[in-house]
């Protein structure tokens, strides 16, 4: 068999398979552009083109690919909703006042973890122990509200 002769279409193949291969491992769709890259230049070879016509057909395919068609696609799949996460993931959870908010001092504890408290409207008071909701971080500081509506 001659790989680099009259089956040249086997190797534009073989790279085509072992880049889509290392795809796999990274994730990223860029090593999958290369591989249909590849692959239309098997195709190119198949039907006779010479090396330098399966080369172009190679580079601008995977061009091509990377180019038009990643960007829609890495776009539909980052498109799901996210998780909070960090300090940012503490907003919407109940916190117990630890000592007592007010607009000057106070502090809570939510999941686990102290946080110094000021309450969302200013003329509002938590006394210790009771639940507040966090509805925003702000530094180091979680904005709070009553966890109930009475």
């Given at each position: 068999?001659?790989?680099?002769?009259?089956?040249?279409?086997?190797?534009?193949?073989a790279?085509?398979?072992?880049?889509?291969?290392?795809?796999?491992?990274?994730?990223?769709?860029?090593?999958?552009?290369?591989?249909?890259?590849?692959f239309?230049?098997?195709l190119?070879?198949?039907?006779?083109?010479?090396?330098?016509?399966?080369?172009?057909?190679?580079?601008?395919?995977?061009?091509?690919?990377?180019?038009?068609?990643r960007?829609?696609?890495?776009?539909?799949?980052?498109?799901?909703?996210?998780?909070?996460?960090?300090?940012?993931?503490?907003?919407?959870?109940?916190?117990?006042?630890?000592?007592?908010?007010?607009?000057?001092?106070?502090?809570?504890?939510?999941?686990?973890?102290?946080?110094?408290?000021?309450?969302?409207?200013?003329?509002?008071?938590?006394?210790?122990?009771?639940?507040?909701?966090?509805?925003?971080?702000?530094?180091?500081?979680a904005?709070?509200?009553?966890?109930?509506?009475?």
């Amino acid at each position: 068999m001659d790989w680099l002769g009259d089956d040249i279409w086997l190797t534009w193949m073989a790279i085509g398979v072992v880049l889509s291969v290392v795809e796999l491992a990274s994730t990223e769709l860029v090593f999958l552009m290369f591989g249909i890259g590849a692959f239309a230049a098997a195709l190119a070879a198949g039907v006779g083109a010479p090396l330098v016509v399966c080369l172009a057909v190679f580079g601008a395919v995977s061009a091509g690919m990377l180019s038009l068609a990643r960007p829609p696609i890495v776009r539909r799949l980052h498109s799901g909703p996210s998780l909070p996460s960090g300090q940012h993931g503490l907003v919407g959870q109940i916190g117990v006042v630890d000592e007592p908010v007010s607009r000057d001092a106070g502090q809570i504890t939510v999941r686990g973890q102290r946080w110094l408290a000021r309450p969302l409207d200013p003329d509002a008071r938590f006394g210790a122990g009771d639940e507040v909701l966090v509805v925003a971080i702000e530094g180091a500081i979680a904005r709070v509200t009553a966890s109930h509506v009475s």
